[in-house]
């Protein structure tokens, strides 16, 4: 288990630099310009030292001659003026460049990561927490600031101190050099191995459940009126309370790592100090080094100990950046799924003929097909009905159509492309879709009914509204078009947000058109409603109907009864109702004995009730 942890480790900050060097390429120059104003500021630290030292040994050596003595003080004081000075302005040149670098990678990487999520398959989707996903992103995105940060501004500097530092010291006193090499060696080897070793792997995990717990916190608050509905709101408190103990357990594990990890490192700036000390001293006892020497050593000592203390910490949030990041460099290394094929043209529909060719299809989870050597015609214009029990393979049919999975074998084709071949954005812009619980953003109705064509105009709009059977009571809301709908349309009735999808279809204008059982939860007047404006939206195109109440299918071309993936029966209503036995009959007759059970009880009830008030 130890071994696996830190392979994943070095592996992380492999996968997690790979991404940043991606997006460091795009601005080389500006990189260029920043590691090299970097190196400009630490050597003006190096020589910082140096030029105290040849202060204070102006001063000690002045002797008789004290204007000559205050002639050499005076050029090595406005040297460190002019090293603190232009040290300075380096770090602002430094930093404004850092900002725009990191502004401008922050805003790519947010960019480039919703382009990846909207593209990945609806399997991801569905086993994806929407809140994981923003959090993984958003995490991600504010953790590039630190790592900019901690290697343009704060490891490169440091290590071109920590080598200058090493050289000056050892050209005045050769042990010196050593101790310091060989000291800021095993402090800087020691803090990397611990933190990859010891505190990335906690620190890993902690991120892991605090992305859990966004995805808790948003599935209850999506499911808000579910919770209220059964008083379940101690329920899920305790829910969530369970997860937050998890993660602040995990979080608790990573941060006493990393204060253990901090606390060794001071540890070993103390005994690192206590030997250049004793060096100096001992170089002192035996004449090798004068005052100004001592001064020289004692100030480079304190820049020293200030960038150890930097390296130390700058390891430390190279760790917790590496590891804020690393699921959101996984997230966009994650496989599509289903992708467009080089070079793929754009789906062009005159007529709207839609055929399966002997398919094959399977779910990854399913060792059995679920289509297997499957065949099927839709005419231009026909209007056809998908009938069968629950996973018979009606609503697979339909995304197969628009391409939500890849057949295994065999080809589906519209007037003769293989939709394989086109681009899915072109496909799809040729679909439009009714769902069963139709989506909506929290946006205006406008916007939403213009979601099909964003460049329509209002009158535009309000037709299609019109021809759904909606401008009625959008014109009858406070705010009429402009009304926001709330998160997923939550502010309006199902039957309203199922008319404003049906504008939305009308506005798309597209050739085919697919009706997931848009009226199956619906009571009887909203049905009314919606059925005339199917009857409006299906005129001149290829129609497909997946249905549960059959009362939506009576007036349609053909209808298709589907059996564990198979076609079992076809024709229109008048012929399936005919045939004894017949799937389709039995599910008809079933609707209709349960309609009838349930007028002669409302009837019983209204009977009832007029008994007693006489």
Known sequence: ??????????????????????????????????????????????????????????????????????????????????????????????????????????????????????????????????????RKITRGMWALDMLNDTVLVGLLPSVVMLVGATILLGMHWLIMGVVVGVGAVLYIGTTVALTIGFVAPAARLGNAWDTRMGGALADAVTCNSVVKAFGAEQREEQRLSRVIGKWRDRTRRAWVRGTLNGSLQNVMLALMQAAMLGVGLVLWLEGRAGVGDLAFSLTMFLVLQGYLRDVGMLVRQLQRSVNDMEELAQLTRQPLGIDDKPGAGALVVKQGEIRFEHVTFRYDAHAQPLYADFSARIAPGERVGLIGHSGSGKTTFIKLIQR???????????????????????????????????????????????????????????????????????????????????????????????????????????????????????????????????????????????????????????????????????????????????????????????????????????????????
């Open 1 to 134: 288990m130890t071994r696996k942890k830190i392979d994943l480790g070095g592996q992380t900050f492999k996968d997690v630099f790979s991404f940043a060097f991606v997006h460091w390429m795009r601005q080389r120059w500006r990189i260029a310009g920043i590691v090299a104003v970097s190196l400009l500021t630490a050597l003006a630290d190096v020589l910082t030292p140096l030029f105290a030292g040849h202060l204070v040994d102006a001063l000690a050596g002045a002797g008789v001659d004290k204007y000559g003595a205050l002639h050499g003080a005076l050029r090595s004081f406005g040297a460190l003026i002019v090293l603190a000075l232009g040290g300075a302005a380096l770090r602002y040149l430094t930093f404004a460049g850092i900002i725009a670098l990191t502004l401008r990678m922050m805003s790519e990487i947010a960019s480039d990561a919703f382009q990846r999520v909207q593209r990945l398959s609806t399997d991801w989707h569905a086993n994806s927490f929407a809140g994981s996903t923003v």
């Open 404 to 614: 939500l999975y890849d057949v295994s074998k065999g080809r589906i084709t519209i007037d003769g492309q293989n939709i394989a071949d086109v681009r899915q954005a072109s496909l799809r812009a040729q679909i439009a879709i009714v769902q069963q619980e139709p989506l909506l953003f929290h946006r205006s109705l406008a916007e939403n009914i213009a979601y099909a064509r964003p460049g329509a105009s209002q009158a535009e709009i309000e037709r299609a509204a019109r021809l759904a059977n909606a401008h009625e009571f959008i014109t009858g809301l406070p705010k009429g078009y402009d009304t926001l709908v709330g998160e997923r349309g939550v502010k309006l009735s199902g039957g309203e947000r199922q008319r404003v999808a049906i504008a939305r279809a009308f506005l798309a204008d597209a050739p085919v058109l697919i009706f997931d059982e848009a009226t199956s939860s619906l009571d009887s007047e909203s049905e009314a409603l919606i059925q005339e404006a199917m009857e409006r939206l299906m005129e001149g195109r290829t129609t497909l109907v997946v249905a549960h109440r059959l009362s939506t299918v009576r007036s349609l071309d053909r209808l298709l009864v589907l059996d564990k993936g198979r076609i079992v029966e076809e024709g229109n209503h008048e012929q399936l109702i005919r045939l004894e036995g017949g799937l389709y009959r039995r599910l008809f007759e079933r609707q209709a004995l349960e309609l009838t059970k349930g007028l002669g009880a409302e009837a019983h009830r209204t009977e009832t009730a007029a008994a007693a008030a006489v």
